[in-house]
Nanobody
């Protein structure tokens, strides 16, 4: 069983930056993803990183602005968010899966989830 706790959300002006952290209990070297859910919308893929951190993947909407990374020694996955826009406002969730032989973009592919952290970008 893996427990995930996100932190780092908050209120920021458009153009600003935030860094989200996801702390995993126990072993953290799983394939990890960040998702977000805005009010009235479905949860959507934001970014993902392989267990060793060698490969990263991004949605088109955040590519070039967000960066995912991990420190397995600290059981932590990070999401650096720069040039934030009002449309980035959402609850951001960290997710993980043990077995990984490909790229995972869908919520149903991740069995472990954090409780989410709110990111609000004011325009």
């Amino acid at each position: 069983q893996v427990q995930l706790v996100e932190s780092g959300g908050g209120l920021v002006q458009a153009g600003g930056s935030l860094r989200l952290s996801c702390l995993a209990s126990g072993r953290a070297s799983y394939f990890a993803g960040w998702f977000r859910q805005a009010p009235g919308k479905e949860r959507e893929f934001v970014a993902a990183i392989t267990a060793a951190g060698s490969n990263t993947y991004y949605s088109d909407s955040v590519k070039g602005r967000f960066s995912i990374s991990r420190d397995n020694a600290k059981n932590t996955v990070l999401l650096q968010m720069n040039s934030l826009k009002a449309e980035d406002t959402a609850v951001y969730y960290c997710a993980m899966r043990l077995l990984s032989t490909g790229i995972y973009y869908y919520t149903t592919q991740y069995p472990y989830w954090g409780q989410g952290t709110q990111v609000t970008v004011s325009s």
